[in-house]
C-alpha cells in the first residue's frame, strides 16, 4: 500500500494564481483531513470529509475548497492565492470512529505534505 | 474552543538521559490520547495512543495519563539522537465529532551526543 500520497511536494504561486492540492489514500479509510502547518504553530485542520459526497469546515476553512468524489481521492483548492497561505499542507486519513473512544481506530495517517509559498 | 497545550521548547538532553515531554487539554471528555513525532521536514507519525488512565509503555517510551488532571505526558528513556524531533500531543474530540484531533503546537526535542 501507497498509504496517503500527496502532490505537488512543492510548489510557488503568485498572489491571485489558484491551484489544486492533491490528495490520495489506498487504505479504503472514510475519514480524510487536510490541515496546514505554520513554523511552531501545530496542525490546524481546515476542512475534513467523513465519505464520498460529504465535507465540512475545520478550524481555518477561509480560503479553501474541497470535494470528495470518491473515497479515495480529497483535493483542496486554493483560489485567489494570498500570502497568508504560505505553509505546509498535509493531507491525512483515518478508519473513522468506529471501535469507541478505546480504540486507535482514529489514529490519522498523514501524507508527506506540500509545500507551498505564495509570493 | 478546545485547546491543547504544550511546551514549546526546546528541550535539550543528553543522550542516554531521561526526556519528559508534557501536554494539557481543555476537552474534560476527551477519552483518547496520541503522540506523534515529527522530524524536520517530514510528516507526523504515531508512537503512542493512550485512553487510560495511569501508565502505558512501549519499548523505551512511556505514555502517562492522568484525566482528572486535564495531563498526560510522554518519557523516552535512554535518549539517542535519533530521538531529535517536534513531538506532537493530540486530544481526540468529544462528542459527535469524536474522529477529530486537536493538536498542540509540539515540543522541540533535542539529544545531544
Known amino acids: 500500500n501507497a498509504g496517503v500520497t500527496q502532490t505537488p511536494k512543492f510548489r510557488i504561486l503568485k498572489i491571485g494564481q489558484s491551484m489544486t492540492l492533491q490528495c490520495a489514500q489506498d487504505?479504503?479509510?472514510?475519514?480524510m483531513y487536510w490541515y496546514r502547518q505554520d513554523p511552531g504553530m501545530g496542525l490546524k485542520l481546515i476542512y475534513y470529509?467523513?465519505?464520498?459526497?460529504?465535507?465540512d469546515k475545520g478550524e481555518v476553512p477561509n480560503g479553501y475548497n474541497v470535494s470528495r468524489s470518491t473515497t479515495e481521492d480529497f483535493p483542496l483548492r486554493l483560489e485567489l492565492a494570498a500570502p497568508s497561505q504560505t505553509s505546509v499542507y498535509f493531507c491525512?486519513?483515518?478508519?473513522?470512529?468506529?471501535?469507541?473512544?478505546?480504540?486507535?481506530?482514529?489514529?490519522?495517517?498523514f501524507g508527506p505534505g506540500t509545500r507551498l509559498t505564495v509570493l | 474552543q478546545k485547546e491543547v497545550e504544550q511546551n514549546s521548547g526546546p528541550l535539550s538532553v543528553p543522550e542516554g538521559a531521561i526526556a519528559s515531554l508534557n501536554c494539557t487539554y481543555s476537552?474534560?471528555?476527551?477519552?483518547?490520547f496520541f503522540w506523534y513525532r515529527q522530524y524536520s521536514g517530514k510528516s507526523p507519525e504515531l508512537i503512542m495512543f493512550?485512553?487510560?488512565?495511569g501508565d502505558k509503555e512501549d519499548g523505551r517510551f512511556t505514555a502517562q495519563l492522568n484525566k482528572a488532571s486535564q495531563y498526560v505526558s510522554l518519557l523516552i528513556r535512554d535518549s539517542q539522537p535519533s530521538d531529535s524531533a517536534t513531538y506532537l500531543c493530540?486530544?481526540?474530540?468529544?462528542?459527535?465529532?469524536?474522529?477529530?484531533?486537536?493538536f498542540g503546537k509540539g515540543t522541540l526535542l533535542t539529544v545531544n551526543p
Open positions: 491525512a486519513s483515518s478508519y473513522g470512529s468506529s471501535g469507541g473512544a478505546y480504540s486507535s481506530y482514529n489514529e490519522q495517517f
Open positions: 487504505m479504503n479509510h472514510n475519514y
Open positions: 470529509s467523513v465519505g464520498a459526497g460529504i465535507t
Open positions: 476537552d474534560r471528555g476527551s477519552q483518547s
Open positions: 493512550i485512553y487510560s488512565n
Open positions: 493530540a486530544v481526540r474530540d468529544s462528542g459527535g465529532s469524536n474522529y477529530k484531533l486537536t
